[in-house]
Structure formats: C-alpha cells, structure tokens
C-alpha cells in the first residue's frame, strides 16, 4: 500500500501563487504515475496535472503555462506549483499515486483563492 499526504493549501489572492506537497511512504518503489486532482463544492473532481515516473507531464487546458507539476523520486514527494492564482482555482487539491495499477489518494489540501 501507498499513503499519501498533501500540505501547502492556504488563502490567497487573486494573482497569488502556492506550491503543493505530496509526500509518499508505504511500498513508494512501485508507485509509478503521480496527479494532482481538484474538487470545488458542488463539482466532480477533475485531473490538474499528471506526471510519469520518467518525468513526461500533462496539464488540464485551464491550467496550463500558471501550474507546473513535478516530483522529487529521491524524497518521495511530488509537487504542485501555481502560480497567477484565479479564484476558479477555489477548490480541495488531492494527490493521486498509481502503484501495480492500484490508486491512492491523500486527505486533500484546501486551496481558497480571493478576488
């Protein structure tokens, strides 16, 4: 099994910037996939960012060129950095880790963005 735990959520204003953590333990050598996904209240929980274990990324089209994702394989820590916050970033972030074609999410970081 894989336990993830995010952190780094906050208030911020519009324009602002936040860097997301997702640090990984349990079986960590199988996880091979890491995303971050959103969900504001009242939505479905969408893909933001996904990255491989060689490093190839992907980014929903709202997000792309203010979000960057990456991971730290040395650490077991993936990351998410926003930047030019909007308040449609309003929502709970969570980590997604795939390891032997099973996911694993964590508890979920609250990101509220001000106009």
């Known amino acids: 099994q894989v336990q993830l735990v995010e952190s780094g959520g906050g208030l911020v204003q519009a324009g602002g910037s936040l860097r997301l953590s997702c640090a990984a333990s349990?079986?960590?050598?199988?996880?091979?996939?890491m995303a971050w996904y959103r969900q504001a209240p009242g939505k479905h929980r969408e893909l933001v960012a996904a990255i491989t274990s060689g490093g190839r990324t992907k980014y929903v089209d709202s997000v792309k060129g203010r979000f960057t994702i990456s991971r730290d394989n040395a650490k077991n820590t993936g990351f998410l950095q926003m930047n030019s916050l909007k308040p449609e970033d309003t929502a709970v972030y969570y980590c997604n880790a795939v390891s032997d074609y099973v996911g694993y999410w964590g508890q979920g970081t609250q990101v509220t963005v001000s106009s």
């Open positions: 349990g079986n960590i050598l199988s996880i091979n996939d």
